[in-house]
């Protein structure tokens, strides 16, 4: 009977830990049931929110009382004097009428114009800054910190990859993480949501690994062309043909170096991004082309 009543503590305690868990590097809030994370680095508001969006949050909007408690407890993080973040508030699609990613009015939000805002400088200030419960229109161009939020919902549970988001399978061959991204993006674009994830552009370190990633583009891509590139974590930094992984690390010192037949071929007007084909060889690719991409990803990265 104590074993019984051991477990369900244990699975209690378990249940506790798991739906108080999202991401390392963000701090749970009560009082607004969710998550928040400092971005101390000064972004544009289009970066801000798209940078929320791919770490599986939301550019967080001071839509209540508490909600200001939990951004001030953010903002005072910062090191530097914190003139003001950027919160979720914008008037893009309805000029002069101010709305939350959420769909909030601000005009239902407790807080207050700062002096002599709102005043649409150059009728061009269609983003919001928020400080210390007040606010004011700015130009989305001005680059300013700032803070997402992830609120708790029910089934939110930490896959075996250590993160929320179930599109990333497990292999126990590799002890490694894979997403395959298949809405296409230049290879930097790439490179940053595969870090908003917690991973990187995958790393291929084995004939085995390359067979499982193989395996997952298959299953993703019945049907896709076998010339088709898929932008992995390789890369010809300096454009001298010597290539290294995301990680710094040699490609002949990685593990695996298959090239794909006739590749490198640094096809005009050069190709400095790396990339595989469907059966996982190697090809060498436009950076500033699209392409899908796969994120690799370690199971406990974004887990304490
Ligand atoms: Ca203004
Ligand atoms: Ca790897
Ligand atoms: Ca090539």
Not at 106 to 111: A, E, N
Request: charged residues 20%.
């Amino acid at each position: 009977m104590l074993f019984i009543k051991d477990l369900v503590l244990l699975l209690t305690f378990y249940g506790v830990i798991e739906s108080k868990h999202f991401r390392s590097d963000y701090t749970y809030h009560q009082d607004v049931d969710g998550w928040l994370k400092l971005h101390a680095v000064p972004g544009t508001w289009h970066d801000a929110r798209q940078r929320c969006y791919l770490e599986g949050a939301v550019l967080a909007s001071p839509v209540s009382a508490y909600m200001q408690n939990a951004l001030r407890f953010e903002m005072n993080k910062s090191s530097s004097e914190c003139a003001g973040i950027y919160v979720g508030v914008h008037s893009l699609f309805s000029k002069g009428y101010f709305y939350s990613l959420e769909g909030v009015p601000l005009s239902k939000m407790p807080v207050q114009w700062l002096p002599g805002e709102p005043d649409n400088a150059g009728n061009n200030e269609e983003c919001i800054a928020y400080v210390h419960g007040r606010v004011a229109d700015v130009n989305c161009s001005e680059v300013l910190p700032f803070v997402c939020y992830k609120k708790s919902t029910e089934n939110m549970s930490v896959m075996p990859c250590g993160t929320t988001d179930r599109a990333y399978e497990f292999s126990a061959k590799t002890g490694s993480c894979y997403k395959l991204h298949k809405t296409p993006l230049i290879w930097a674009q790439a490179f940053k949501v595969c870090s908003a994830e917690g991973g990187y552009l995958a790393i291929i370190n084995s004939r085995d690994e390359a067979s499982v990633i193989k395996d997952i583009n298959s299953r993703h891509n019945p049907t896709g062309s076998k010339f088709e590139v898929t932008y992995i974590g390789l890369v010809d930094w300096s454009k001298d043909r010597v290539w290294r992984t995301v990680h710094g690390q040699l490609l002949e010192e990685v593990g695996y170096a298959e090239w794909g037949i006739g590749q490198p071929d640094n096809a005009s007007p050069g190709e400095h991004c790396g990339g595989m084909f469907p059966n996982a060889k190697l090809d060498d690719y436009w950076c500033d082309r699209v392409a899908k991409f796969l994120c690799e990803k370690d199971p406990d990265s974004l887990q304490d």
